[in-house]
């Protein structure tokens, strides 16, 4: 399976196609070990990475400074230092990484940074209360994307994920139901909630 991935992404490469990988690790699928030495050797053929605070601990065993993600203590400055670390060891042009501060199992304080090499860009920090948070990570891996294919800047492109991954919380399911302008709207601070006629 490693092999026809492997060919794949040096396929996509060679032709030019931007690769993106989100680590999305999952202890019931595989231990860390098998995680670090699959994801290892695929990611040297890979533009994007996208992770949430774990994923690199838990895939390639990087751990932030000064940063519980079980505690929910974030330091951003950790995380620069971090996505720095995987850009030199695998040559990505961008790093993601979500950022999930934890209250409760409902509750929530929601952000993400983006590294490019040179700067990092560390998007608005929003309050989210979790109806599901089931895709959230998948709506802010399209929503930058989905930014950068429109030609929006690395500080735009952040804020419209960082919107889509919000609004997911409040959608029950695996997939957002949100349009263009609510994201547009709440990335651009419009998230009163008042009912819109």
């Given amino acids: 399976m490693t092999e026809l991935l492997q060919e794949g992404l ?20 595989w231990g860390e070990k098998d995680a670090r030495s699959c994801m290892t050797a695929l990611m ?7 992770g949430n605070g774990e994923d690199p601990i ?4 990087l751990t932030p400074k000064d940063s519980d993600v079980e505690k929910g203590r974030i330091n951003v400055e950790g995380y620069k230092e971090l996505e720095k670390s995987l850009i030199e060891q695998f040559g ?9 501060e934890s209250i409760s199992a409902s509750e929530n304080f929601w ?13 608005s920090r929003h309050h989210v209360w979790i109806v599901d948070r089931v895709g959230t990570g998948d709506a802010f891996a399209a929503g930058l ?6 030609g929006k800047n690395e500080t735009d492109a952040l804020s419209f994920a960082i919107a889509a991954a919000c609004l997911k919380h409040s959608v029950l399911g695996d997939f957002s139901l949100a349009t263009v302008e609510e994201v547009e709207a709440f990335a651009e601070g419009k998230t009163t909630g008042r009912v819109q006629r």
Avoid: C, H, M
């Fill in 58 to 61: 838990r895939v390639f065993g």
């Fill in 145 to 150: 994307i989905y930014g950068f294919l429109k």
């Fill in 44 to 50: 040297p053929n890979v533009n994007v990475l996208f």
């Fill in 10 to 29: 040096e396929t996509a490469n060679k032709l030019g196609i931007k690769v993106s990988v989100d680590l999305n690790y999952r202890k019931k699928l």
């Fill in 111 to 123: 952000s993400a940074v983006l590294y490019d090499g040179q700067k990092l860009y560390q998007g």
């Fill in 92 to 100: 990505f042009e961008k790093v993601a990484i979500t950022l999930r």
